[in-house]
């Protein structure tokens, strides 16, 4: 039955952690603050001086640039323009280099100096918050407050994942794919960081556009133009790729009848999705104008964090599902202890024993929340209590993962198959939590907002009128059909009948 609602429930959470819609925003804002920043700032001066918004979880003013853009661009997917595999590995190419001019040209004007820098002998930290300085001058929790907001640069590489039936040798290629793109993005992020705060002391850094003015301070010009262009060739290509499959994603919700038919509707002229078209890209475009680029970045990253702590529970619970679903069976436990540890030594599935790594995984995500909370806002090292607690927390998780691995595990053979399991998908869950808990309280805020927005879409009609769950439903009721016994032909009747024969 877990099953059944981790296919119809959990699909509805990742549809709606608004990954598309705030990464099609921010994509936006940030070419809009890219330009403004290049243009000496004249934008957001006039626009924050003409329609200032003094609301503490909004952007200082409305961004109508970004909205203006996201709808432009709404309206050319609408009309049928589409994502030409030429142009994106065109754009694709041009970013590359502009990532090896970055590098190249960035490292003759790299000073290790900036990574040794003393607050106290700074006249700029006098006014600026420069940490502790050194090399990592705001300590480990600058560290993951930082992963958690750059979570969303490791957005897309999990699509190998989802083509390993089309992969010639799946168990080697994809796993392959997954490293070597993991490897790509982190050597991009970390050269293009480190480059860049060794050019400047990395308080004095332009948080919308580094780049141009760092190049252009150490005397750089024509370099400086060079990665502007470059720059903005990357943002326009992320602005498509991030805008092209919303359309498509509430056109296959529409389809299943989770969100509303009007959505579904395609333009005999354009063959595209125009109604989902021009309401996502309206959405985007409103989100991208009233909210700013950090808070965009936020909500993105908690929804990608979210979404990859779901992937890792469906992994735990389908690895030890019965491959039958309990189906005609009836199953007592014996002695609990035995039967968590699995001394007898079961090597099938069955319906008891995946009842029990599915209740081991609940405990295990309900500790991890437990555990983030104290270690985010608890100070351990100065109590005594929060130690025991910590300590008693940590032994009852790793207790979790020891009952789950004791579990016999499907029988279901798959193309590729996730290692280290139960260990992995647990320490993932554990690490993306404790990320999302680094992200502050208003993102946390429009996080749960959103995701009451979507349930109540969903309870009010997607339960409804979903097609899967009325397949389901129709499953189940031939299922008890068949199985219903027939031997009692008294209890088939149900009563007496009386019968007149004529002549």
């Known amino acids: 039955m877990m099953t059944k609602h981790l296919r119809r429930i959990f699909p509805i959470i990742l549809s709606f952690t608004k990954i598309f819609i705030t990464g099609t925003a921010s994509v936006a804002r940030g070419l809009s603050g890219y330009l403004d920043t290049i243009f000496d700032n004249k934008m957001s001066q006039t626009l924050g001086e003409l329609f200032p918004i003094n609301v503490d979880f909004l952007a200082e003013y409305p961004d109508f640039f970004t909205f203006i853009v996201v709808m432009l661009l709404a309206v050319l997917l609408a009309v049928g323009v589409r994502e030409s595999t030429l142009i994106n590995n065109i754009f694709t190419a041009v970013n590359m280099c502009t990532i090896v001019v970055i590098i190249v040209a960035g490292s003759l004007k790299a000073n290790p100096d900036n990574w040794k820098i003393n607050p106290a002998d700074e006249p700029a930290c006098a006014t600026e918050n420069c940490g502790t300085g050194g090399f990592m001058p705001f300590g480990i929790a600058g560290i993951m407050a930082g992963a958690a907001k750059c979570f969303y640069g490791f957005v897309g590489f999990d699509c190998v994942a989802t083509t390993g039936e089309e992969a010639k040798n799946p168990k080697k290629n994809i796993p392959m794919s997954i490293v070597l793109s993991l490897v790509i993005i982190f050597l991009a992020y970390f050269l293009i960081s480190a480059i860049l705060t060794l050019m400047a002391p990395y308080y ?31 943002l326009c290509t992320s602005l498509l790729g991030a805008m092209f499959p919303l359309p498509r994603v ?31 890209g309206f959405f985007a475009a409103i989100m991208g104008a009233i909210f700013n680029l950090h808070q965009l970045i936020d909500m993105m990253s908690i929804g990608t964090l979210l979404a990859y702590s779901i992937v890792a529970i469906c992994v735990l619970v389908l690895r030890y599902q019965d491959d039958q679903m309990g189906k ?22 069955t319906h008891y024993t995946s009842a029990i790594t599915k209740v081991g995984v609940v405990v295990f995500s309900l500790l991890a929340v437990v555990l983030c909370a104290i270690a985010t806002f608890v100070d351990i090292a100065g109590s005594l209590c929060a130690q025991i607690v ?23 053979e798959l193309t590729f198959q996730v290692p280290l399991v139960p260990l ?5 869950v554990l ?8 992200l502050d309280i208003y993102t946390w805020i ?24 009325k397949r389901l439903k129709e499953e189940q009721a031939n299922s008890e059909m068949t199985t219903k016994p027939t031997s009692n032909i008294h209890d088939i009747l149900g009563g007496t009948y009386k019968v007149t024969i004529r002549d």
């Open 431 to 438: 690490v993306n939590l404790y990320l999302m808990f680094q």
């Open 446 to 469: 429009r996080f749960i907002v959103w995701v009451i927005i979507g349930y109540i879409i969903y309870f009010t009609y997607g339960l409804r009128n979903s097609v899967e769950g």
């Open 328 to 349: 005609g069976e009836s199953v007592n436990g014996g002695n609990l202890l035995k039967d968590l540890l699995n001394t007898k030594g079961i090597r099938e599935a």
């Open 424 to 428: 992995l998908p647990c320490i993932s």
């Open 250 to 280: 509430l056109y296959a919700m529409a389809s299943d009848g989770i969100l509303y038919k009007l959505l579904k509707r395609v333009s005999p002229r354009t063959k595209t999705p125009l109604i989902a078209t021009i309401i996502a």
């Open 390 to 412: 910590t300590a008693i927390v940590i032994l009852i998780m790793i207790t979790c993962i020891g009952i789950i691995g004791r579990q016999p595990v499907s029988n279901v």
């Open 204 to 234: 004095v850094l332009d948080a919308n556009a580094p780049f141009p003015l760092v190049f252009d301070q150490v005397g750089f010009t024509e370099v400086k133009w060079i990665v502007t262009i470059g720059a903005n060739f990357a």
